[in-house]
């Protein structure tokens, strides 16, 4: 485990380069979920499979930009999903972006996941490990280290919302509890960059981000291998839940790479108000 998390420092150091001083516009490609993807998030993809591939750990990797898992060591134990470049539509107007990693053992099912690291690169280049705990570390870039900051806990309830997808498909339900979060007096805090999203709610110590099943995408629009699931594993870790608007996001069993899932990330009390009012309407 020791060496997956310093090749993703690697990756994370030369991401970081990349994004500074590549070409930010878009490749003529999709990726498998049919999205655009910039000239970045190919680079991004080349450099992680690079580092990876010098890892005996890793039995097989999985990029969300690409179709297919690729093997590497016939004996290495961890299957790594990740997600190289995360929000990569905010590239061109310079708002943070992320990188994030899901370490599983056997399969990548939920709850075979056994650790999860993301990466902001933001005004600093910050990196959460989540495993026993949720440490947060910056990048020193002069010394091209990072650093162990602090230990990353939620509270019991927060005060901001993160409301994901297009308001006219939400579900009328939906749409009347997030207005109900607002009337209470949440703030919305929403970059559509899931990575800096979920970061400052986890940071400020608490709040709800959701990407919920809506008319237009009833599965949502995230990916669980790549994007719900290292989250999901975040959250619990840091003492939060993690649902799909009635299960834990961690019980769910893909079935096929690209899956997408409904999620909800928060601190105990604004999961339980989804609970509530999801519970109602099945
Ligand atoms: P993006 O399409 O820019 O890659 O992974 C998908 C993602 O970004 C998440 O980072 C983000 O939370 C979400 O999509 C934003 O989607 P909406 O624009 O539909 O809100």
């Not at 993160?162 to 805090?189: A, V």
Request: charged residues 30%; proline residues 3%; aromatic residues 10%.
């Amino acid at each position: 485990m020791t060496d997956i998390i310093n090749a993703i420092k690697k990756c994370a150091i030369r991401i970081n380069e990349a994004i500074k001083y590549e070409d930010t516009s878009k490749a003529e490609s999709e990726n498998k979920s049919g999205d655009i993807q910039v000239k970045l998030d190919v680079i991004s993809d080349d450099i992680i499979e690079e580092e990876f591939s010098k890892v005996a750990d890793i039995k097989e990797i999985v990029s969300e930009e690409k179709e297919d898992a690729l093997k590497l060591n016939e004996n290495g134990k961890y299957f790594v999903a990740y997600d190289p470049l995360d929000g990569s539509s905010l590239i061109d107007v310079n708002l943070s972006v992320g990188s994030i990693f899901g370490i599983y053992k056997n399969s990548y099912d939920g709850a075979n996941i056994v650790a999860a690291v993301y990466v902001v690169y933001g005004p600093r280049v910050e990196m959460v490990v989540a495993r026993d705990v949720v440490e947060l570390f910056k990048l020193d870039e002069k010394k091209g280290e990072f650093i162990f900051q602090k230990e990353l806990k939620l509270n019991e309830k927060g005060n901001l919302v993160g409301p994901g997808g297009t308001q006219k498909e939400w579900y009328s339900f939906h749409k009347e509890m997030i207005d109900n979060f607002f009337k209470d007096g949440y703030r919305l805090r929403y970059s559509g960059g899931m990575v800096p999203d979920l970061h400052q709610i986890l940071l400020k110590g608490g709040g709800l981000f959701a990407y919920p099943g809506a008319n237009d995408k009833p599965n949502g629009k995230l990916r669980m291998l790549f994007e719900v699931f290292p989250f999901a594993y975040v959250y619990k870790i840091a003492g939060g839940l993690a649902i799909d608007g009635s299960d834990d996001l961690l019980s769910l069993s893909p079935k096929h790479l690209h899956d997408t899932a409904p999620c909800f990330f928060g601190s105990d009390y604004e999961i339980q108000k989804v609970l509530e009012v999801y519970s109602k309407r099945k």
